[in-house]
């Protein structure tokens, strides 16, 4: 199926290319991760209600700023290379400030849509939910798969984005329409994988041990990698007509 496919091209490409992945990324992703990283350092710390001490005020909103642009270059920063071969010079990727502005920009607007996709949608999957509360948890997981396949669908806006490609999302929808079913696959694999990937630490209890940090700090490492590598795809094989491999 081309969706597995797309998925397999996807982790290939970062385990393929894993030094210029690491060079594009990890600074930047040490800088998205500082706020988890700083709840683990402080998590003995116990203010004067005996309860860990929590970042808040100014530093806490300087750290959500900082790690949304270090997600922005990064995605930026990594479907440039993929598509366009540009690679970092030493480890931090060359700043592209207007081609940042325009992904979080449009990064806002997918997720607009998507938003009011599954409110729309979450009316009637709530009606069957209370008449059969046995198809409660099937029917959640179709609403988040529907999230995602939206996203997949519009989102090859965000990969032109990075490129200085303009495309709306109208062309993006029908870029995807020629084979929508591996969006549907492709979208079902990524919130498979993502569950099944989290499920050690959800069973392990010590939030707050070194080994679910460090676990944690890894897979999701991989897992923005990754969910960037499969936009790039997507843009690569429906608007680019590159063969998937």
Not at 27 to 52: E, F, K, M, N, R
Not at 163 to 189: F, H, I, N, P, S
Request: proline share 4%.
């Amino acid at each position: 199926m081309k969706g597995w496919r797309i998925f397999v091209h996807s982790l290939r490409m970062v385990v393929d290319n894993i030094g210029t992945a690491l060079r594009v990324s990890l600074v930047l992703y040490l800088v998205q991760a500082a706020s988890q990283i700083a709840t683990y350092l402080h998590a003995d710390d116990a203010g004067p209600d005996g309860l860990p001490v929590q970042v808040i005020g100014l530093p806490a909103l300087a750290l959500v700023v900082l790690a949304v642009l270090a997600s922005l270059w990064i995605a930026v920063a990594w479907h440039r290379f993929v598509l366009t071969g540009e690679e970092p010079r030493g480890w931090l990727p060359r700043w592209h400030g207007g081609e940042i502005l325009g992904y979080f920009g449009r990064s806002i607007l997918i997720a607009l849509v998507i938003f009011l996709g599954m409110m729309i949608s979450a009316i009637p999957v709530a009606l069957i939910g209370a008449a059969v509360p046995g198809l409660a948890p099937v029917l959640v997981f179709g609403l988040v798969g529907l999230g995602g396949y939206l996203f997949f669908r519009l989102g090859l806006i965000l990969p032109a984005a990075a490129v200085g490609e303009k495309l709306t999302l109208k062309q993006a929808w029908r870029a995807t329409a020629e084979d929508d079913g591996a969006v549907v696959t492709l979208a079902m694999l990524v919130i498979g994988g993502s569950l099944l990937v989290e499920l050690p630490a959800l069973i392990d209890n010590s939030a707050g041990s070194i080994v679910n940090l460090v676990y944690g700090l890894v897979i999701n490492w991989f897992a923005t990698m990754i969910g960037i590598s499969v936009l790039t795809s997507l843009y690569g094989h429906f608007v680019e007509k590159r063969p998937i491999d």
